[in-house]
């Protein structure tokens, strides 16, 4: 009898390890089925979306394809001397070549339906990246039946497989042009915008003033209802050099931690913008040169909410951010003083 | 099994707006909305109407 006791225990002994990496591929694997679907669905999505929309007079699918396989290196940081700069240099030049590649699928294309198709070539591409990247990791740990090299992975497909979907569901909002939680910070901003003459501040970016009890308000935003965040680095560097203001406040989305509720506002102090940061060094680099201090107003919400339509809670989030600003604006400037207030964040579906 | 989320459908309205008497309407989204986009009449002041929301919300 105690042979039953024995015989599992010899068995787990030798091949428990074995055994784990069969149970645990097979979960990476149905992942990976998954996220294949993913990829393979919305690539249908955007040439099917090309095709109806824009109606290219060739075949969209091998400039799309060629696309999805392109790279950004980036810049050698071992002397870090420069960095950002040459940073800014690659994404503007990977960003203007997307833009120059859409605009060629058709002459007839407008720069609304060419941004939407942007960002979904941007949802489509990093797809593909994750996909790419997974099976890479996976098939390396089972060609090599190396059971610590999947662990890691196992412990980060959760999270992977979040953004995926997040990235799934993002492209029927941009085919819609429907406003994503992102774009929170251009929704408030944009309100108080109405009926102000709009002028441009930098590439897709544009800016008005405002009277709001006595002080000068300059309205930053990117330019609506396009699926753009517009360059507020170079607009807020142009607006400073004319009118130098006393305060700075930025309205963004910010990534709620798990057990905060969706549409949350906090308050807070430092250049709130995210991007790959470039545009947030602009930022702080004008403002400390100028000595303006900058406030914070961040409205909370999950990564798939910020790239997915703007759920209820967050567009109710409005009216509550808009009376924080306004009381930033009395506690710390006077009468006369002036002050630049910056929706940051995706405009897609959000006019001024 | 029990940590299984349940599929949402998430349904897109619009909420619009009179910009006189502040009546507010709801409806389902339409292609070619965007916020702050002028829209009818209002129906009970002759107003201008215009989009003030757009959400989505969980269908129940």
Known sequence: MWLVWIVPIVLFMFYGQKIQLQITSSEINKSLEKLKTFKEDTRKELLDYIKSTIKPAADPSTKIDRYLEYFTIMPVDLDPNGIIQKIRHTMRSREDYTRLQVKTLSSEINSLESSKIENILEAVTTLHLLYKMVRHLFLTAKKQNNFPLILPLQMMMPFIMEEAEALKDAVSAFKQGQPIGDGIGPMIVGKMMLGTEKKTAAFETVWSEKEFEGRKLYLLKAEGPAATVGRPGDALERIISENKPDVIVMVDAALKLEGEDSGTVSQGFGAAIGGIGTDRYQIEEVATRHKIPIYAVVVKQSIKEAITLMKKEIADSAEKVTSQIHEIIKDNTKPGHSVLVIGVGNTLGVSQ | ?60
Do not use: L, W
């Open chain 2, 1 to 60: 099994m029990i940590f299984r989320k349940k599929d949402e459908i998430i349904v897109p309205y619009t909420v619009e707006q009179c910009s006189s008497c502040n009546a507010i309407s709801k409806r389902k989204f339409k292609e070619g909305d965007f916020v702050f986009k002028n829209t009818n009449a209002c129906s009970s002041c002759k107003g201008q109407m215009s989009i003030a929301k757009i959400f989505g919300e969980v269908s129940t």
